[in-house]
């Protein structure tokens, strides 16, 4: 089933999340024909979890400590993202990696955390403008998947991966979909390389200034098996236009 996820950032409080549930609810129909997730910050997950209950829309984190427990101020362990409902955790965004200086290795350990915790990662792999412009797309891109997934290769039916090229992400100029294909196709290929035995639950979501105006021209496509959206998912409104896009 294809993955439609709202990635909120940091974005909205908790007053704004009860809004913003409660507007968005009154769109969803249908909820078993396709995934919708929902990752709102940290602060806004025990009240989104109490309002998603029953309506079929799931939940998920943006971010985790692989550690489930211990001295790591500021941090959040996946057993503490698990009781409060979430099922997905979003691990190595663009933005942790290129902001908050998250490294493969970090990431790779994130990963591992979350599949011995029982929680599905999104990760998230994507080029720079200029390894794009430097031919450097797909060996970015591989080395991205095979260091994150080192060690539980295993493994891979157990995660999904969100390929968002970071020069489309918040720009307003986002990926042909022939692009995205592209690189799905790609993904695909190193995946089927790294796990011979995958039974093919891994799936590519595509990420990087997705809108209801270009939604469909994306998931006209099988090989993107889902949406990453950033800030058109800040509106009730317009993420469900994109989650009902197909
Ligand atoms: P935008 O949709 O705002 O470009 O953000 C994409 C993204 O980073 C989702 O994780």
Redesign the pocket.
């Known amino acids: 089933m294809r993955l439609i996820a709202a990635?909120w950032?940091m974005h909205k409080t908790v007053s704004e999340t009860q809004d913003y549930i409660k507007r968005f609810l009154k769109f969803v129909e249908h909820p078993e024909s396709r995934e919708i997730l929902l990752c709102p910050p940290f602060t806004s997950l025990y009240v989104a979890g109490q309002l998603l209950e029953g309506s079929g829309v799931k939940l998920g984190a943006q971010n985790c400590h692989y550690e489930k427990q211990g001295a790591f101020t500021g941090e959040v362990s996946i057993p503490m993202l698990k009781e409060l409902g979430c099922e997905y955790v979003?691990v190595g965004?663009?933005?942790r990696r290129h902001i908050f200086g998250e490294s493969d290795e970090l990431i790779n350990k994130k990963v591992v955390a979350c599949l011995e915790e029982g929680i599905r990662p999104i990760l998230?792999v994507g080029e720079k403008l200029e390894d794009r412009e430097a031919g450097m797309t797909f060996k970015v891109v591989e080395a991205q998947v095979r260091l994150a997934l080192s060690g539980v290769e295993e493994h891979t039916d157990s995660i999904d991966i969100?390929y968002?090229p970071v020069w489309?992400?918040?720009?307003?100029v986002?990926a042909t979909p022939e692009d995205a294909v592209a690189v799905h196709r790609f993904i695909k290929e190193v995946l089927k390389d790294i796990n011979p035995k995958a039974r093919g639950k891994t799936r590519i979501l595509y990420?990087?200034?997705?809108?209801p105006h270009n939604a469909p021209e994306f998931m006209k496509h099988s090989e993107i098996e889902g949406l990453?959206?950033?800030?058109?998912?800040l509106d009730p409104e317009a993420f469900a236009q994109i989650v009902y896009s197909f």
């Open positions: 990635n950032k979003i965004h663009s933005e998230c969100a968002e489309a992400i918040g720009t307003g986002p990420g990087g200034s997705v809108k990453l959206v950033g800030g058109a998912s």
